[in-house]
């Protein structure tokens, strides 16, 4: 609380009372802490692959590694980290492009299949590598008002996160409804859950379940902020279930 005091005297200037003001700031505080947290964050996960980078470059300019694999080794490490820097750089751009005040989106008619497909496209790699059946079964005629570029972002974050946490031999399923007064889309998947504690936490920025292993294989930890601020952009909800070993299943709104 912030407190703002004053007496009140009476007409022959005699104390006669105080007023006292309390102000509730929590949601200030909250708000400044998230912040400082937020920057703290950031300096941290810029700091990690800059350091390995340095490092690595450091040891193959200074000292004279004649051992080519070793040096190869090396290399691809410090293009591993550079990579990892990039999409960093890139989400947050995304995010920060997203919390602008004015930010509005562009809607235009998206048909779900054909972003599915374009999606594929580029993660079939992966889906292959991982022996992942994936099946969609999405009307083709399914059509609705949203931004394109969007709408593509929430389905690449979403599988890639639905292949990365499924073991081989799993299984990916994208169903979308038409339904009343929205379009129902839903990504589901066989893979390793998400434990019912961190199951209302996995939407903050930089949130993961596992910090040890996720940052090793790859994600910002900003892929789930960004896609529940493109939902809630397009006045949608996001909603996710899951069971730890059995599989997660995220629920996406749009609103018609
Ligand atoms: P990351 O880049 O770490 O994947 P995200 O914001 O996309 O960051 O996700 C936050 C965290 O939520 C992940 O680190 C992971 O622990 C958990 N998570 C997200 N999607 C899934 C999923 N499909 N299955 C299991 N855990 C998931």
């Not at 979308?176 to 199951?199: N, Q, R, Y």
């Given at each position: 609380?912030?407190v703002?005091?004053?007496?009140i005297?009476?007409?022959?200037?005699?104390?006669k009372?105080?007023?006292?003001?309390?102000?509730?700031?929590?949601?200030?505080?909250?708000?400044?802490?998230?912040?400082?947290?937020?920057?703290?964050?950031?300096?941290?996960?810029?700091?990690?692959?800059?350091?390995?980078?340095?490092?690595?470059?450091?040891t193959?300019?200074?000292?004279?590694i004649?051992?080519?694999?070793?040096?190869?080794h090396f290399?691809?490490?410090?293009?591993?980290?550079s990579?990892?820097?990039?999409?960093?750089?890139?989400?947050?751009l995304?995010?920060?492009?997203?919390?602008?005040?004015?930010?509005q989106?562009?809607?235009?008619?998206?048909?779900?299949?054909?972003?599915?497909?374009?999606?594929?496209?580029?993660?079939?790699?992966?889906?292959?590598?991982?022996?992942?059946?994936?099946?969609?079964?999405?009307?083709?005629?399914?059509?609705f008002?949203?931004?394109?570029?969007?709408?593509?972002q929430?389905?690449?974050?979403?599988?890639?996160?639905?292949?990365?946490?499924?073991?081989?031999?799993g299984?990916v399923?994208?169903?979308?409804?038409?339904?009343?007064?929205?379009?129902?889309?839903?990504?589901?998947?066989?893979?390793?859950?998400?434990?019912?504690?961190?199951?209302?936490?996995?939407?903050?920025?930089?949130?993961?379940?596992d910090?040890?292993?996720?940052?090793?294989?790859?994600?910002?930890?900003?892929?789930?902020?960004?896609?529940?601020?493109?939902?809630?952009?397009?006045?949608?909800?996001?909603?996710?279930?899951?069971?730890?070993?059995?599989g997660?299943t995220?629920h996406?709104?749009f609103?018609?």
């Amino acid at each position: 609380f912030e407190v703002i005091g004053a007496p009140i005297f009476d007409d022959r200037n005699m104390l006669k009372g105080g007023i006292l003001v309390l102000y509730d700031i929590t949601e200030l505080k909250k708000l400044e802490r998230m912040r400082k947290d937020f920057v703290a964050n950031v300096s941290h996960e810029l700091k990690t692959p800059i350091t390995s980078i340095r490092g690595f470059s450091e040891t193959l300019l200074e000292e004279d590694i004649n051992d080519k694999d070793t040096a190869r080794h090396f290399l691809s490490i410090i293009n591993e980290e550079s990579k990892r820097l990039q999409m960093l750089i890139q989400d947050l751009l995304t995010l920060s492009r997203l919390e602008k005040e004015d930010s509005q989106v562009r809607l235009s008619k998206v048909n779900l299949i054909k972003i599915i497909e374009e999606v594929i496209q580029v993660l079939n790699i992966h889906l292959e590598q991982k022996e992942i059946a994936f099946k969609v079964n999405v009307p083709k005629e399914l059509i609705f008002m949203a931004e394109l570029t969007s709408v593509k972002q929430i389905m690449i974050n979403l599988l890639e996160n639905a292949i990365h946490y499924t073991p081989k031999g799993g299984e990916v399923r994208i169903h979308a409804v038409d339904e009343e007064e929205f379009i129902h889309i839903i990504v589901k998947d066989t893979g390793i859950g998400i434990p019912a504690e961190s199951l209302s936490r996995i939407f903050e920025r930089f949130y993961r379940v596992d910090k040890a292993r996720s940052r090793n294989t790859g994600g910002t930890g900003l892929g789930l902020a960004i896609v529940k601020h493109i939902v809630e952009l397009h006045q949608g909800k996001i909603e996710v279930e899951s069971e730890v070993d059995v599989g997660t299943t995220f629920h996406i709104y749009f609103p018609k």
